[in-house]
């Protein structure tokens, strides 16, 4: 269809795309927006309400920070970044209407920090059918990296890696036998594999296993499944209330193991729920250490947290900083009338890209752009250790 057809006639078209699943690369003009001085829309669909409500916030209160420094700097080729959000409450089917939303009606350049791997993968072939840059989704899911779609642009590590890099830990310890809570969504499932090809690497073995339906805190049968096989560390595939939960009922009756989570629970809210029973708890984590200051990118950080007045912070935060960082020089990249296809060309320009201490990396290629994953531990008083 043509792209010069009145405002009227392109929304019949738009709805009539989201029907077929399916969006001509050709049309990717249609999204040019020569010498304008309108804001570049950016769309995010995440939990702003419910159980995993401090994932979704956290994220965004990061990336609006960063965008809001860039903007106040002029923003990026003369041009305001405008961050739309819609709650999905972690619902995936409220996660592909959202989507469909932000295509039609909103006309966003990119859709960006989606949280949640069921969410995530029900929103990909909307994604993938309208060519729109799919970046910084907050999953570590193998789905969301192969086979490789040249729409998705990964920051975090994958949760392989964060599996690979919790069992090197824990086999220094000594510790032969664990135990896994997975939620039980694509997220746990997708967590507990990557956990299984792990292991057969190392030496280690998983004897046993539990889930927790998605929402829920009812981890008592969980409980008692784990505390009967007495594992030598547990570790967590889920949200932080179902996790929380599952450590204050385990340390209540007695285990004495190790716990470690993965870092989608979100460390900072994991801390908040679990109060005291927090200490000694570990969360793999793939964003600098939020309170450090060791390089341009924390100290950076640092500095707009002061600026806007945010006393409270954490992971969740600053990888909604880095992504929204990370996504500004794309768009500084691909020119002052960027669109969904030039965006993508220019992301793949980045190569290793420096974000402060930190790298990027993204190719023609490869679209996972960091393997970094390192330990923190909850400490006294909710504080953590690095």
Partial sequence: MPCTHREKTMRMFWASCALIGSLSLSLQPCFANPQSNEPIVIGQSAPFSGPSAQLGNDFNLGARTYFQMVNENGGVNGRKIELRVKDDAYDPNRTVQNTSEFLEKDNVVALFGYVGTSTTLAALPVVTAAHVPFFAPVTGAEALRQPFNRN????RASYLEEAEYIIDQLSITGIKNLGVLYQNDAYGKAGLEAMNKAKAKRGLEITVTATV???ST?????????AAA??????LISSYGSSAALVKELKKDGYTGQFVSVSFVGGKALADELGS???GVMISEVVPFPWGEATPLQREFAAAMRK???PRFGFGVMEGFLAAKTLTEGIRRAGRDVTRAS?????ETMGSWDAGGFRVSFTPGNH???KAVEMTMIGAGGRFVH
């Fill in 152 to 155: 998705v642009f990964n920051i």
């Fill in 213 to 215: 339906e998605r929402h």
């Fill in 218 to 226: 009812d981890v008592a049968a969980a409980a008692k499944s784990l």
């Fill in 230 to 235: 007495r594992p030598g560390a547990i570790v």
């Fill in 277 to 279: 029973a927090g200490t």
């Fill in 308 to 310: 806007a007045g945010v």
């Fill in 343 to 347: 965006l993508i060309t220019a992301l």
């Fill in 368 to 370: 996972n752009g960091s």
